[in-house]
């Protein structure tokens, strides 16, 4: 408890000291609320956690998205040497209209989370030369490995391709944009024989991964498919949902509740 206090008078004095921030939509609360019914249309109960990670969702034109039946275990792609069998998770398919490709969504939109890795790759001394890297998304790298081959360690020689951070920036408003493929152990749909996972990661935000799915006839037309993936998903900056505010704040009578009780705490006089 002793904590918590000192953590909330430290934030109190903060915010006296250099302005206020406060959450806030850009747009009005009616448009919010249609866009959010709009996301749990397609994404149930996930579309709360894709406005908590600032994620906005737009549908590409000429395709068609909807959710699959029933939850995904993935069989397809796992190696008969793994023992055991992945948590299924509820997928959603995003179809082109040719139907050559068919992109799962991984729908677990994994929280905000406060205690996220990060790799610092200082290059040399000057700052433009610094990297920060949020590295969550190597973990689901490393399970995917894991998953698709039975070998723990298959991620560490794996083709992975990392997009660069200007086409990151420009494609999702993300950090890192990386791609990998996985053996089919057996068609999806009995049609589809190929697999490519994209993850895309804004850094502290949720990861996105997308497990592309194509025929043998159209891997010639892979790259102009993913093109058309581009903006799918765009990271909100901070300025677009955050207000900055010079105005001082009181905080003269701040309530702290504990354990059920509360207690009034004057903070400023």
């Known amino acids: 408890m002793k904590t918590r206090i000192v953590f909330l008078v430290w934030v109190c004095m903060s915010l006296l000291a250099t302005g206020s921030m406060a959450f ?13 019914q709009y996301l749990k249309q397609i994404f149930s109960y996930r579309a709360t956690n894709m406005m908590h990670n600032q994620l906005v969702f737009t549908l590409p034109a000429g395709f068609e998205i909807s959710k699959l ?5 993935l069989t397809f792609l796992k190696s008969p040497k793994y023992d055991f069998v992945e948590f299924h998770y509820e997928y959603f398919a995003l179809k082109s209209s040719d139907k050559d490709f068919i992109t799962l969504i991984d729908a677990t939109f994994p929280y905000i989370s406060n205690d996220g890795v990060y790799l610092f790759l200082n290059l040399s001394d000057p700052d433009d030369l610094k990297i920060e890297i949020d590295i969550q998304h190597l973990g689901q790298l490393g399970r995917d490995c894991h998953y698709n081959t039975g070998d723990e360690e298959a991620s560490d020689d794996w083709p992975v391709r990392y997009e660069s951070s200007e086409y990151a920036r420009w494609a999702f408003n993300a950090d890192t944009v990386m791609t990998y493929p996985l053996k089919m152990w057996k068609n999806y749909k009995r049609k589809y024989s190929n697999c490519q996972v994209t993850i895309i990661q804004k850094n502290g935000r949720a990861f996105v991964r997308l497990l592309t799915l194509y025929k043998d006839n159209a891997k010639d037309k892979l790259t ?4 058309k993936l581009e903006g799918m998903f765009w990271f909100r900056n901070p300025e677009d949902f955050l207000e900055y505010t010079k105005e001082k704040v009181s905080l003269e009578n701040v309530v702290i509740k504990a354990k059920g009780r509360s207690r009034k705490k004057t903070l400023i006089r």
């Open 69 to 73: 039946k029933k939850p995904e275990y």
């Open 24 to 36: 806030a939509q850009p747009n009005d609360t009616v448009a919010g609320n249609r866009y959010y």
């Open 224 to 227: 102009d498919y993913m093109k």
